[in-house]
């Protein structure tokens, strides 16, 4: 299998990628620094916050699944977030995942793949300081729904993970002024076996939408 996948030097992305990889999937990630990038896989280079340089020649002929899993967030109220903090969270969040997604359908409709959103909790509501992230989840969502009803020889899917141990989260937690636990959320590696139960699918069935918790 071929996957295209974002955010797979941390996180639930790291988690992917070692699932993907120990099985012999053959990865192409998205980098910004190459010297990041496991040398058994293929580094695309390109910084999400930016607008994307790539080109369909920069991608194998067919994906069989394109996971986007890079994500940032910035805490603050409307009153106080900066246009920047928008900005890059729309950016990365949402414009990245809709630019790459265009540049590969070409390859993901030649295999009938998979696309696997990897949301957020706040991708379905809004807590008090979390606005410009949640709403650029919310997009995120839209933007899935909008690419399932259009592409209908892909599969698509969100998936709603509550907090989760991550580098991500622990910054949230310091953004927040709170002790952080890691044993108190759900571990990284339960939301990427998720991921891979949903690119493998067997082709009589599509997963739309995904909620997972803490317990």
Request: net charge negative; charged share 25%; hydrophobic share 45%.
């Amino acid at each position: 299998m071929k996957v295209l996948l974002t955010g797979a030097t941390s996180g639930i992305g790291q988690e992917v990628a070692r699932i993907l990889r120990e099985r012999g999937d053959e990865l192409w990630v998205v980098v910004r620094d190459a010297s990041r990038a496991d040398p058994r896989d293929h580094a695309i280079v390109a910084d999400l916050a930016e607008p994307l340089s790539l080109t369909v020649a920069d991608l194998p002929e067919e994906i069989d699944a394109v996971v986007h899993s890079a994500g940032t967030i910035t805490l603050g109220a409307i009153a106080d977030s900066a246009q920047e903090d928008w900005e890059s969270q729309f950016r990365i969040n949402l414009l990245a995942p809709a630019m790459l997604t265009r540049i590969a359908l070409p390859a993901l409709r030649r295999a009938q793949g998979t696309v696997v959103f990897v949301n957020s909790g706040a991708g379905l509501r809004v807590s008090a300081g979390w606005s410009a992230y949640a709403a650029s989840k919310h997009g995120l969502r839209a933007l899935a729904d909008g690419l399932r009803e259009e592409e209908k020889s892909l599969r698509v899917t969100s998936i709603f993970p509550g907090r989760t141990a991550t580098p991500m989260q622990e910054s949230v937690h310091a953004q927040e002024g709170s002790a952080y636990d890691a044993e108190r959320w759900i571990r990284p590696e339960t939301v990427a076996r998720k991921v891979v139960e949903i690119i493998d699918l067997p082709n009589d069935a599509l997963i739309p939408e995904v909620v997972i918790r803490p317990r």
